[in-house]
């Protein structure tokens, strides 16, 4: 059952979208929205019963089992609860192996949950250029690219999975992204491909170099016997490896793709490339770097933190000069994936436990701050803070207070999902691995709790810009509604799990932690 319910999660988006795809054009345009729904959210509750069932006492893919204790040669393997492997390309020793276990399942759970939750938003609310069919069968499959490299236990077969996402993403932001700027969202779409695909190319070359090192691309194989060596070729395909998973979360400066990506990506759009795929890069890292090239990793470490703690820092200053609410909030996760990012590089059992708390928390904080702006946007025709003027409280009360919850989430409000995993982060950084120099970890640690000052300030920038202000001199725009039932149904859960992850943070660390 549990095999089974992996390739469906892997196989049905694909498939719907295919059919929505063969049939005619007006009967399929009518009800995508609605059959995406459907299958989306059998999904969801697909990927939460595998969870559930992981979580069993007969699961063997505890923490321990995953980590171990983080010794330098095994920082992290692979001990998968279910396993898929049968051979695919046999000349190129290439197998079709897929593996969920504690670390993938929480992630795969977040992708199924913003698919349905954007499925649910279209069956109201659609970009004006319509096309309702193609837009939710590349939602589907996207989902299929998503979980597929969150399962993949291949380095090939990771990266073909890695891959499916990259043109569907490009379509959504080329035809249904900003209607008002045609030419900037073309721009947007193929600095995003561009990039992306640029950063792949060096993935693949890393996986290359692995291959010819350990003579496979197996990586339940890889944790158990990691590529030893801290220079040569295993650094070089570390550093390449890095870097192609850097462009993808992004890390500065190879962040440049992301603001224009948001800011011209329609609301569905936004959600996913924040909610998810950004995750891809984050991910990769845990799942590749650290229990593969321990000793390579080990050695540009230091590297990997401070180019993490500059994205925080200018993260953080780019979102105060920000006069658009979609490029502040694109902005603000060019510093959270930096936390991550640091998080990853203290390879410490605080550092890992706050980049995977961390990577769940900024895609159901983030999903909702981009629903919220796409809110304020179809309102106003606009996401410009200087054309939507303030007093948002008095205009649209539950829109305005829903996104200072949002924010202050964001920020990191004890209490909200946000707090646990930049707190744990900076707490790795203040105890890294014992064999990476703790004096520039301590370093980078004050300077990254900076940017968590930075990060308060912009946020409440945001909120006196957008929401506070004399009513009568920002009259009340032309719309009827201020949070539609759609719009609730869509914003509930996120809402909620933003309070329950952050009162009850051990419901996912208790996975992970070894505190």
Request: a neutral charge; proline letters at 6%; aromatic letters at 10%.
């Amino acid at each position: 059952m549990r095999d089974s319910l992996l390739i469906a999660l892997i196989a049905v988006p694909t498939l719907t979208a295919v059919v929505l795809w063969a049939l005619p054009v007006v009967t399929a345009d009518r009800i995508a929205a609605l059959v995406g729904t459907i299958v989306s959210g059998v999904l969801l509750v697909a990927s939460i019963v595998l969870w559930w069932d992981m979580r069993r006492p007969h699961c063997p893919c505890t923490a321990e089992a995953v980590f171990g204790p983080l010794p330098r040669t095994v920082p992290g393997k692979l001990t998968p609860y279910v396993d898929i492997n049968t051979p695919w390309i046999p000349s190129l020793d290439v197998r079709f192996h897929l593996a969920v276990d504690t670390i993938s399942i929480p992630l795969i759970a977040l992708t199924t949950l913003l698919v349905f939750l954007c499925c649910v938003y279209s069956l109201k609310i659609t970009p004006r250029i319509g096309r309702t069919r193609s837009l939710i069968a590349l939602l589907l499959v996207i989902e299929t690219g998503v979980i597929g490299t969150f399962s993949a236990s291949d380095l090939v077969l990771f990266f073909v999975f890695f891959e499916i996402v990259l043109i569907p993403m490009w379509l959504v932001i080329d035809i249904w992204g900003d209607d008002h700027d045609r030419a900037g969202r073309r721009r947007a779409a193929t600095t995003f491909i561009l990039m992306t695909v640029f950063g792949s190319a060096l993935m693949l070359l890393g996986f290359l170099l692995i291959h010819r090192h350990a003579g496979t691309f197996d990586l339940v194989f890889l944790g158990q016997h990691p590529v030893k060596g801290g220079h040569g070729v295993p650094l070089a395909a570390a550093i390449l490896i890095a870097v192609g998973l850097a462009v993808k979360m992004p890390l500065w400066p190879l962040h440049i793709w992301l603001p224009d990506a948001h800011a011209k990506a329609p609301t569905v759009g936004s959600v996913l490339l924040a909610g998810v795929l950004l995750k891809l890069g984050s991910y990769g890292m845990i799942r590749i770097l650290l229990p593969v090239l321990p000793d390579a990793t080990a050695t540009i470490a230091p590297y990997l933190a401070g180019f993490s703690v500059v994205a925080i820092i200018a993260g953080s200053l780019a979102c105060l000069a920000q006069t658009d609410v979609k490029r502040l909030i694109a902005y603000s996760s060019v510093g959270h994936m930096g936390f991550i990012g640091l998080g990853i590089a203290t390879m410490s059992p605080e550092g890992l436990n706050g980049a995977l708390y961390a990577n769940l928390a900024h895609g159901i904080i983030t999903g909702l701050l981009f629903f919220l702006a796409g809110a304020i946007k179809d309102r106003h025709d606009t996401s410009d803070l200087r054309a939507i003027g303030r007093a948002l409280y008095a205009r649209l009360p539950r829109i305005s207070g829903l996104l200072t919850y949002a924010c202050l989430a964001s920020l990191g409000l004890p209490g909200l999902a946000g707090f646990w995993g930049e707190m744990l982060v900076l707490l790795g950084a203040y105890h890294p691995a014992d064999w990476l120099p703790r004096a520039t970890f301590i370093v980078l640690m004050v300077i990254a709790g900076l940017g968590t000052v930075l990060t308060a300030a912009y946020f409440l920038r945001l909120i006196r810009e957008l929401c506070q202000g004399d009513p009568a001199e920002n009259p009340p725009a032309a719309f009827a509604v201020d949070l539609s039932r759609i719009e609730f149904v869509t914003f509930a859960p996120l809402v909620v799990l933003t309070v329950f992850l952050g009162l009850w943070p051990f419901t996912l660390l208790n996975q992970w932690t070894f505190l």
